[in-house]
């Protein structure tokens, strides 16, 4: 059974909607501050550009989502703040958030064309408060030539430590993060992201987390994390 911030945490990902599709939908549009139009695309599903070993990993963890054990967690190129009824004061309350330039907000890791960029599936396991994620770094994050830019696996890392905090304890900011790259990783391979809770105290979330290649022989990276629950009173400005 899940617990009750990763329920509402995870009610938060589709959309704040009990019961909205996990699926890739082409439903109705969502609308932001603006006017402007944005997809409802769930980009945690199979895509053309997806390569073979990636969908078959896929397939492998959608499986062990059979039993309930694992969830398949969505993933949008959009935040609706409005609908962010968690944080209502740390979003609205700051002066220094220009609302219409909010409302143009896209999530870093979805602003890449198809492939080129970021491909990723996060699989959550709320018994063992962890997660693996699949990614498929594309070759717009090249740094050194022939291998991934630090910074675009310091954000997978972010992205996947941050998932198992927010669904672990509902609304998080990184506070640290620690990177150990061992071997760099070649462009356009796929990697698991393996991440888990090692313990909360108080508003604090530890998470830890390390890289590895799809057969588990070659570790690339290791990292620590801490995240901090927002206090809802407080204001950032
Ligand atoms: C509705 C749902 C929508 C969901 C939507 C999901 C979207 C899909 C997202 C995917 C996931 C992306 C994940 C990316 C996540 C980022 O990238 S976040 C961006 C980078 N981080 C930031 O910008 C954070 C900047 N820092 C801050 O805003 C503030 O320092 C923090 C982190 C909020 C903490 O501030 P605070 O609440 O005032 O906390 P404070 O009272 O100072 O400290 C609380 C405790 O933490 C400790 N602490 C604080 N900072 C540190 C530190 N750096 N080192 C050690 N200890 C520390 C303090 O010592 C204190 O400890 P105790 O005394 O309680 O033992």
Redesign the pocket.
Known sequence: MLGRCAAR?LG??RGLREGAPPARSPGPSRRLLSSEKVSDENHSLPKPCWSKDMRLLFDQFMKKCEDGSWIHLPSYEY?ATQR?Q??PTFIHASELINKEKLSQGR?FTKSFEDGLGFEYVMFYNDAEKRIVCVFQGGPHLQGMPGFFHGGAIATMI??TV??NA?VSGG?V????LNIDFKRPIPLCSIVLINSQLDKI????LFVSCNVQSVDKKILYTEATS?F?K??LE?K?D
Do not use: C, H, P, Y
């Not at 900011?173 to 640290?176: E, G, I, K, V």
């Open positions: 945490a938060a990902l935040i962010s968690d944080f999530l972010d992205a941050g998932m927010i609304i900011m990184t506070a640290n105290e108080g508003r604090k801490l901090v927002l206090d407080k950032f």
